[in-house]
């Protein structure tokens, strides 16, 4: 098993821009095959050092994990995030 989580920090992080990129997060679910679960989480201390939003990812395996990064759908989010996001890190590890 794969864990995905990647944790976004917002250009413009007001709680209706933050809501908006949830949603669309949230959207994958049901839309991509090779996705186990999904977990999306909006920060709520709100610190200097805290990101916006997290999404954390549960695939069976890394070629699953492989298929969801080109999947149309994940796409689609991609397009999203890179007119929203001021950064992001990722990681991902075996469980």
Avoid: C, W
């Amino acid at each position: 098993m794969i864990k995905h989580i990647v944790l976004f920090k917002l250009k413009d992080s007001s709680p209706e821009s933050i809501q908006v990129t949830e949603g669309v997060l949230r959207g994958l679910e049901g839309k991509v095959e090779q996705l186990r679960s999904l977990e999306v989480g909006v920060d709520v201390v709100k610190s200097p050092r805290s990101y916006d939003i997290a999404l954390i990812a549960t695939f069976e395996s890394l070629e699953d994990l492989q298929g969801y990064q080109v999947h149309p759908e994940h796409k689609k989010v991609i397009e999203h995030m890179n007119e929203v996001r001021e950064s992001q890190v990722a990681v991902d590890f075996e469980f």
